[in-house]
């Protein structure tokens, strides 16, 4: 069910995306902190997604999210994440998951 919304999520992203992208992120910061296994590639998917409206945003709320997060998964997932930044972005990101 949770995989099924993100997918709308995503999906809905096409349409005043930038009116919803902290809804966005306040929707899915609970799961990107404790990251599902059986919900990481949706999440994946999404996160690429929010890369092309605003990678900027998206590193940011990334690099939040693993800084208050002790889960593995979420590391694992930002680290599957990282290739969808440009070359600045990919520095700062790696640089906050050490």
Known sequence: MVALGLQGVRASLGVHSDKLLPSVFRLISPLIQDVDQDLSKELEHLIKALVSVSPTETSYFLK???????????????????????????????????
Do not use: P
């Open 64 to 98: 939040q999210s693993v800084s208050i997060s002790e889960n593995k998964g979420t590391v694992r997932l930002i680290k599957q994440c990282v290739a969808f930044f440009d070359d600045e972005l990919k520095k700062e990101l790696r640089a906050s998951l050490r």
